[in-house]
């Protein structure tokens, strides 16, 4: 065997030795067990510690501020925690962060088995050495498109619940039900997205908050156009006492027709896609059938 060879070799069953002595170590009742501090501190400490004098908040604490500090380093906590709220996801900033680094570390050990099955293999290469990174900047890459596409999927749910939440609401209010009534009862009866939010903007008016700083927060959070540009129009209309029903119709009718329009757009699109397979696939191959033919026949000397 070559020097790699015995390299790759020694890694693979070093990594299964420590493996298997690890998972030895933790079934050992002395080392798995709980330490003292862990199981008596629920006794001896208020449950919020907020000075952290005990050893275990301590930890804790030290632990939270290097996190902290470590995803302040890695810069855009504050649009990360907006892209969270679209996603309706319940981490905060830094716990993404540390299981987008989990990810990581997943990637590039599997870069690292792939690269030492390579050299058992005998097939290594130079450009292999590429490929814990590679798989590790990957990782990063789809932790974060799924944020993404997570986000965006929220938000154009809720662009499609808003125009019949919209309406019902304006229902409600011309029925004689106060606005808090009426989005405690869509939040009540409803199942969508913006029904869960509506719901949480409810509690919080009822637990000490003003109810249009509720909704404009509910705004905040999903950042969709339509959305906030009804909840402006209603919480202007709340303070200048205006009938709100009326408004909301109108910004229920508004809502339908920036659905329509962003059908309309979808379409278009979609019939620009679809053109790319009619273009440089359907096409060439009927040019191929039609010529085909005829060329062979002219090589033949027939005709």
Not at 45 to 54: N, W
Not at 262 to 268: F, K, R, T, V
Request: aromatic fraction near 4%; charge should be positive; glycine fraction near 10%.
């Amino acid at each position: 065997m070559s020097g790699l060879t015995e390299l790759a070799l020694a890694i693979v069953l070093g990594g299964a030795f420590a493996t298997g002595l690890v998972l030895i170590a933790t079934r050992i009742p002395r080392l798995a067990a709980p330490t003292l501090a862990r199981r008596i501190a629920p006794y001896l400490r208020d449950i919020a510690d907020p000075r952290g004098l005990t050893p275990l908040a301590s930890v804790s604490g030290d632990w939270r501020s290097r996190r902290d500090r470590l995803v302040a380093s890695l810069g855009g906590a504050a649009r990360l925690e907006h892209r969270l709220r679209q996603a309706g996801w319940t981490q905060d900033a830094a716990g993404f962060r540390g299981r987008q680094l989990t990810w990581v570390v997943v990637g590039a050990l599997l870069g690292g088995i792939a690269l030492v099955i390579l050299a058992l293999a005998g097939r290594l290469t130079a450009g292999a050495a590429v490929l814990p990174p590679v798989a590790a900047s990957a990782a990063a890459a789809l932790v974060d498109l799924r944020l993404t596409s997570a986000a965006r999927r929220r938000r154009a749910r809720v662009e499609e619940e808003l125009p019949t939440i919209l309406e019902f609401l304006s229902l409600c209010l011309a029925a004689g039900e106060g606005l808090r009534d009426a989005l405690q009862r869509v939040g009540e009866i409803g199942s969508g997205e913006l029904t869960v939010e509506i719901r949480r903007a409810v509690l919080d008016s009822g637990t000490g908050s003003n109810l249009s700083d509720a909704l404009l927060d509910l705004g905040r959070r999903l950042d969709v156009p339509a959305l906030s540009r009804a909840i402006e129009h209603l919480v202007a209309a709340i303070d200048r006492g205006a009938p709100l029903a009326g408004v909301l119709q109108d910004q229920a009718g508004d809502a339908r027709e920036d659905a329509k329009r962003s059908l309309i757009e979808q379409a278009g699109k979609k019939e620009i896609a679809m053109l790319f397979p009619i273009v440089f696939l359907l096409l060439p191959m009927s040019v191929l059938f039609a010529v085909f033919p005829g060329i062979v026949m002219l090589r033949l000397g027939v005709g």
